[in-house]
């Protein structure tokens, strides 16, 4: 009888936890949004409206049996053990259970369930409405929630488990994190910046070299790469072809508009920056106005939205990786000494 009771009292341990892990995912769609297709007969709408307004019942059937399992909990526990220790352990499930139910693998297991179960449980509130009715009296209502700063919000989306995406997490967390970065966070570093001379010829040679470089923006420098006089771009290359068009120097083929942002801006003023010059290329400068990088309109896209934006002409990946590759044996002659 005794090993019975335990069984029973374990399952029903197994059960309550599986219950308070339990998550009804809610329609992105706003219920305004909802009940406006619904009047135009829209058949899903109308279903998913219906589920959403009996969801605040499930949730109060969820609270129900919650209840009912913790008394079962406590009533075995009593059989399975003496009365002082099944106490104690109903005490411990009562108090942990909402813990453990917020572990990943728990949450997965209880979605599953859930999504299997969940017709039913809709299609029970519906058919006894009188009996939720009573079940309601034992949910309060549910508070509105307010955030105090902006590290509770990413917090609360870092711990969203199952309801949101990997994909959408990142790019809400990137979002919130943009205020912060500043543009030497994100630009293309000095030492992956390829360069042109404004009277190098765009030959064949050349153009072959640029374009295995796989960069789509190419700064033309008078002298180094402190003084750049204008902007070649990938695309305007492919227009470069046979003849005597071959004899065209980068000087006359360049964007001679040239814009230059400090790399202490922050990557808001950026932004805004490319869309009143409505321009793609910024070059990033010190406050010696010396070159440290170039920042790119994806550069600010990509840190906004969480992912990278692929641009066809540009062929590395990460360019901070070029960098530190070409960076090899910088400043390092035999016999060099660090202090």
Known sequence: MQAVAIILHLTAVISLILVVGMRPVRTRISLFELNRRAKEEDKEAQATLRREQLLGDVYSLQRVVVALLLVIISLLGVLAYDWV??????????????????????????????????????????????IVMLMRTVSPDVEDATLSSKEELRHLVAESGTLLTDSERTSILAMLSFSGHTVKDVMTPRAAIETITPKEVLGPVVLNDLHKKGHSRIPVIDGDINHVVGILYAQDLLTIEGGKRYARTAEKAMD????????????????????????????????????????????????LIGHQVVDEFDVHDNLHVVAERKSKGNNEPAGHVDV
């Open 85 to 130: 220790l099944g106490v104690i352990i109903a005490l411990l499930v009562a108090l942990e259970s909402g813990v453990v139910a917020r572990a990943k693998f728990v949450q997965r297991q209880s979605a599953k369930i859930y999504e299997k179960i969940e017709l039913t449980i809709l299609h029970f509130v519906e058919k006894y409405p009188s």
């Open 256 to 303: 001679k508009k040239v814009f230059y942002i400090k790399e202490t801006q922050t990557l808001a003023d950026a932004l805004a920056a490319f869309l009143s010059v409505k321009h793609h290329l910024f070059i990033v400068v010190n406050e010696l106005r010396e070159t440290v990088g170039l920042l790119s309109l994806e550069d600010v896209i990509e840190t």
